[in-house]
C-alpha cells in the first residue's frame, strides 16, 4: 500500500490544479493559498518518500502497456528538489503575478506540470517516461505563453515545434529499441550484452533527439532563450532548473543503460556537450537582456553536465568521478537557477524591464536582492565553497584522469600506431578540457557583467524605485533558496558525498567510491584557472568592446550580429516552409492518386469536365461548368477521402494475401 505513495506523488499536483482552478473561479486568494498548499503538501510526502527507497509500482492496462514508477536514490533526491523548487516558486507567484492576466489558467497548467514531471522522474521505464514527457511538454507550454505578448506566443511557438518533432523521433526510437530489444524497463536495459548495443545506434539517436531538444542540446536549444526571456520569471526558474533535467534523465537512461561504457556513444555526447557548452556561454557574454542572459547560461551549463554524462561513457568501470559530478552538477544548476531567476523575478516585477540599460542600477541599497544574487553567482562560477564547485570540479577532474590514463597508454604502448593514437585522443581531451575551463571564465565574465550592471552601475533615469520593492514573503523564499547553495558548498563530505553517493546507482557507478579532497590544490587549480580567465574577459573584453562607461554610468551594447540567429536563418524556414511544402506535396500525390482516377472515370463517363486549380489549398478536383468557372468539388475533403480509400485499397491487398 505504501507503494501507492509514488502514484499520489504524480496524481495529487493533477487534482490540487483542477481544485485550484475551481476555487479561482469564486476567489483568486482561495486559489492563491491552495496552490501553496498543494505544493507544500507534495513536498511534505516527497520528504516522507526516503523511506520507500527501493520502492515499485506498476498498473497495468493504463495506455496499452501500462506504467511503471519506481524510486532509487537519484529519483528521490530529484524528487524532494522538484517539490521543494515547486513550493518556492509558486508561493513566489503570488506576488510576481499580482497584475498578471489569466492567473487561474496559470496555476492550473502549472500544478499539471509539476504532476507530468514528477512521473517522467520516478518512470521505471522508458514508455512510461515518455508518456509523462509528452504531457509535461503541452502542459508547459502554457507557462511560456502566459503573457500572451507577440515576443511569447512566438517562443511558445518554438517551444512547441521542437517539443513535438523531438517526441515523434523518441516515439520513433522507442518502437524500434522494443523491437530489438524486446523490452523498455531501464533497469533491464542496462543489462543489455555489449554484442547487442551495437545495432542500437539509429533507435537510440532518435530517442536522443527528443531528449536533447528539451535538455536545449546544440542545435535543438533554439528554444531556450526565447522561451526563458518571454515566460514569467517563476516559470523561467522551473523551465531553466528542472524541465531540461529531464530531457537529461532520458539521455541518462541511455548513457548510463543503453550504452554504457560505450565509447562511440561518449564520442557523440561530447562533440555536442563542447559545442552547447561554448555557444551558450559566448550567447551569454554577449547578451543585454537578464533573463536571456541566465537562459543561456542555463544552455551553457547543460553542456558542462553533458560533458559528465560524456565522461561516465569514456572512464569504464572507473568512473565514479564522472558520475558523482554529473549528479553534483545537476543539483547544483537546479539550485542556483531557482535563486538567479527569481532575482530576475524581483527585478522585473519592479521594473517591468529586463534589458540592461533599463534596469541598471536597480540592486543598489537592496541588501537581500545583492545577497542573493551573490550566491547565486558565485555558485555559477563554480567559486569554492559553494556548491557549483564541487560538481564543476568533479567534472573537470574526470577529464583529467581520462587524460593521465591515456597518457599512461600511449607511454606503455609497444607499437607506434598504438602509442599515435593514444596520443592524439588525449591531445583532443587536452582541448576539451581548456574548453571546460574557457568556459567556465566566461561564466565568470558574464555573472561580473550582471552584478556590475545591478548593483554598481549609476541607475537609469527612467527607473522608478519603490521603497518596498520585495514583500516578506518572497524575501524568504529567496534567502533560504540562497543559503542553500553555500550550505552545501561548505560540507561537502556531509552533503555532496551523501547526494552523490545516494544518486550513483541510477548512472550504475562503481560501488567502492574515490575518497575526494576537494580543496586540495589539484581540485583548486581549475577553479582559479577559469575564475581567473574570467575576470581578464570581462576587465579586456566586456569593459572595453561592449560598454561604455563614464564613471559609474554604464551603456551596453548588443553586439551578437542577427544573421547569427540559428532560429531565423534555419529553423523557421525549415518547419515554416519546407516541412508544410513537404507535407502538402505528400497530400497531392496521394490525392492524384485516389481522387484522381474517379474525377477521369466521371468525366468519360458523364463528359463533365474536372479541373485541379492551382490556387486550392483543399487539393481537390472541381467541376467545370461551359464557362469554364468551377462549381462544386468532386469530394469534400479530398486529402481525407484519398487516405481512407487508400486505406481501404490496403485492406483489400492484405486480406487477398491472407486467402
Known amino acids: 500500500m505504501k507503494n501507492y505513495y509514488l502514484l499520489f506523488l504524480v496524481l495529487w ?23 501553496d498548499a498543494v505544493c507544500l503538501i507534495e513536498l511534505a510526502v516527497t520528504c516522507s518518500c526516503y523511506r520507500l527507497i527501493g520502492a515499485e509500482l506498476s498498473i497495468p492496462g493504463v495506455c496499452g502497456l501500462g506504467v511503471n514508477f519506481t524510486l532509487d536514490g537519484f529519483r528521490f533526491i530529484y524528487a524532494v528538489i522538484i517539490a521543494f523548487m515547486w513550493a518556492a516558486t509558486t508561493i513566489f507567484s503570488r506576488e510576481y503575478l499580482t497584475h498578471h492576466r489569466n492567473r487561474n489558467r496559470y496555476y492550473l497548467y502549472v500544478l499539471m506540470t509539476l504532476g507530468s514531471i514528477m512521473g517522467v522522474f520516478l518512470s521505471g521505464d522508458l514508455y512510461t517516461t515518455f508518456i509523462f514527457f509528452e504531457m509535461m511538454s503541452l502542459f508547459s507550454y502554457v507557462m511560456v505563453v502566459q503573457d500572451e505578448t507577440p515576443e511569447a506566443q512566438r517562443a511558445a511557438q518554438t517551444y512547441l515545434a521542437i517539443a513535438i518533432i523531438g517526441g515523434l523521433a523518441t516515439l520513433t526510437g522507442l518502437i524500434m529499441l522494443y523491437a530489438k530489444a524486446g523490452t523498455l524497463d531501464i533497469a533491464k536495459l542496462s543489462h543489455l550484452e555489449p554484442a547487442d548495443r551495437s545495432s542500437l545506434y539509429v533507435s537510440g539517436i532518435l530517442i536522443f533527439t527528443g531528449f536533447a531538444a528539451k535538455a536545449a542540446i546544440f542545435p ?136 540592461l540599460n533599463d534596469i541598471k542600477g536597480f540592486g543598489r541599497g537592496k541588501k537581500c536582492l545583492m545577497f542573493a544574487f551573490v550566491m547565486g553567482g558565485l ?29 599512461h597508454i600511449a607511454r606503455g604502448s609497444a607499437g607506434t600506431l598504438a602509442f599515435m593514437s593514444a596520443g592524439t585522443e588525449a591531445a583532443m581531451f587536452g582541448v576539451c578540457e581548456w574548453l571546460f575551463l574557457i568556459s567556465g571564465g566566461l561564466t565568470t565574465a558574464y555573472v561580473i557583467k550582471l552584478f556590475v550592471a545591478l548593483f554598481v552601475a549609476e541607475p537609469s533615469p527612467h527607473l522608478h524605485q519603490k ?19 553555500p550550505a552545501i558548498g561548505m560540507m561537502p563530505y556531509k552533503l555532496g558525498d551523501a547526494i552523490s553517493i545516494l544518486g550513483s546507482s541510477f548512472m550504475n557507478g562503481p560501488e567502492h567510491h574515490h575518497i575526494i579532497r576537494y580543496f586540495s590544490s589539484e581540485c583548486l587549480e581549475g577553479a582559479i584557472i577559469s575564475i581567473g580567465i574570467g575576470i581578464a574577459v570581462y576587465f579586456l573584453l566586456i569593459q572595453n568592446f561592449m560598454l561604455s562607461r563614464n564613471g559609474n554610468d554604464i551603456t551596453y551594447y548588443d553586439l551578437w550580429p542577427e544573421k547569427l540567429n540559428i ?45 485541379r486549380p492551382p490556387e486550392d489549398t483543399d487539393f481537390g478536383y472541381y467541376q467545370e461548368d461551359a464557362k469554364q468557372e468551377t462549381v462544386g468539388m468532386l469530394l469534400p475533403s479530398s486529402l481525407a477521402y484519398g487516405l481512407m480509400t487508400f486505406a481501404v485499397g490496403l485492406l483489400f491487398v492484405i486480406a487477398f494475401m491472407m486467402l
Open 220 to 355: 535543438s536549444h533554439i528554444w531556450l532563450p526565447t522561451a526563458h526571456t518571454a515566460a514569467p520569471a517563476p516559470s523561467s526558474a522551473l523551465l531553466s532548473g528542472l524541465l531540461t533535467k529531464s530531457g537529461l534523465f532520458g539521455i541518462l537512461v541511455l548513457s548510463s543503460g543503453v550504452f554504457m561504457h560505450d565509447a562511440l556513444w561518449g564520442f557523440m555526447l561530447l562533440i555536442l556537450a563542447v559545442i552547447t557548452m561554448v555557444l551558450g556561454a559566448v550567447l551569454a557574454v554577449f547578451s543585454v537582456n537578464i533573463k536571456r542572459t541566465l537562459a543561456c547560461s542555463s544552455m551553457s551549463q547543460l553542456g558542462f553536465i553533458l560533458t559528465g554524462i560524456a565522461m561516465q561513457c569514456f572512464l569504464g568501470k572507473d568512473n565514479d568521478l564522472a558520475v558523482r559530478g554529473t549528479i553534483l552538477y545537476m543539483v547544483g544548476h537546479s539550485l542556483i537557477k531557482l535563486v538567479l531567476f527569481l532575482c530576475a523575478g524581483v527585478v522585473h516585477m519592479n521594473t517591468h524591464q529586463l534589458n
Open 379 to 407: 555558485g555559477l562560477m563554480g567559486a569554492p565553497f559553494w556548491n557549483g564547485y564541487l560538481g564543476k570540479t568533479l567534472v573537470h577532474d574526470a577529464i583529467v584522469e581520462h587524460i593521465n590514463e591515456l597518457g
Open 467 to 485: 521603497e518596498k520593492y520585495i514583500s516578506r514573503t518572497n524575501a524568504f523564499i529567496l534567502t533560504l533558496s540562497a543559503l542553500l547553495l
Open 13 to 35: 499536483p493533477m487534482l490540487g490544479g483542477l481544485i485550484s482552478y475551481a476555487a479561482g473561479r469564486f476567489s483568486r486568494k482561495i486559489r492563491d493559498y491552495l496552490a
Open 567 to 611: 532560429e531565423n536563418a534555419l529553423f523557421r524556414p525549415v518547419i515554416g516552409v519546407i516541412m508544410p511544402f513537404a507535407g502538402a506535396l505528400f497530400a497531392r500525390v496521394i490525392d492524384l492518386l485516389t481522387a484522381g482516377p474517379v474525377a477521369l472515370l466521371l468525366s468519360h463517363a458523364s463528359r463533365v469536365k474536372f479541373v
